[in-house]
C-alpha cells in the first residue's frame, strides 16, 4: 500500500507547497536515474518511438495543443 499525505503530515501543506515538493521529488528520481543505464530493451522501445514519430509527424499532437488542453482541464 502506498503511503498516503496524511501518514506524512502533507496534507497541510498548501496546494503551492505540494505542488513544489512533487517538483523536488521528481527532480530527485530524474536525477537518481540518469545516472543508471538505460535497459537495453527500453531503448530499443524509445528508438522505435522515436523513428515512429520522425518518419511521420502528423501523428503526434503538437505541444501547444496538449497545453491547452491541460490548461482548460485545470481551470474546471
Known amino acids: 500500500m502506498s503511503p498516503t499525505l496524511q501518514q506524512f503530515g502533507l496534507d497541510a501543506l498548501s ?3 505540494r505542488f513544489a515538493l512533487a517538483q523536488a521529488l521528481w527532480d530527485s528520481v530524474h536525477d537518481a536515474l540518469e545516472q543508471q543505464p538505460i535497459d537495453p530493451g ?3 522501445e524509445l528508438e522505435r518511438r522515436l523513428a515512429l514519430a520522425d518518419a511521420d509527424p502528423s501523428r503526434g499532437t503538437p505541444w501547444e495543443e496538449v497545453r491547452a488542453a491541460a490548461r482548460t482541464r485545470w481551470a474546471r
Open 42 to 44: 527500453v531503448r530499443a
Open 15 to 17: 496546494p503551492g507547497d
